[in-house]
């Protein structure tokens, strides 16, 4: 727990450029998949012998359901956050002039023959 604690909080401080936040995405994991190898341990030990299939179903269950919502979250404020050319939405406000994409532009004219 305290590895991911600790990648979420160097990627909270420091995610200006890919570099770090690939490690700090790397090291999370690392920390996840070690909580997720330890976990049914833990319920087996935690619950009575004929609840164990319960308890560990359940978990599996939860740990699905949480995998399907958390990517489809992490996905909406990523959207939120980017603009439809790939540039994050910060990018706009800097001032600097730039070209659009091909697509773009040839759609920029079929828009004007009509």
Known sequence: MSITASALLGMALAHDS????????????????AAFAAIPNLIVGAVDEHETGEATGVNTVMRNIGSAVGAQVAGTIIAT??????????????????????????????????
């Open 81 to 114: 956050h980017v603009l439809a050319s790939g540039l994050p939405a910060r990018a706009r406000d800097s001032g600097s002039p730039r070209t659009p994409p091909a697509s773009t532009r040839a759609h920029q004219g079929d828009a004007t023959r009509c």
């Open 18 to 33: 890919v570099g770090p936040v690939i490690l700090w995405s790397c090291i999370a994991s690392v920390g996840v998949g």
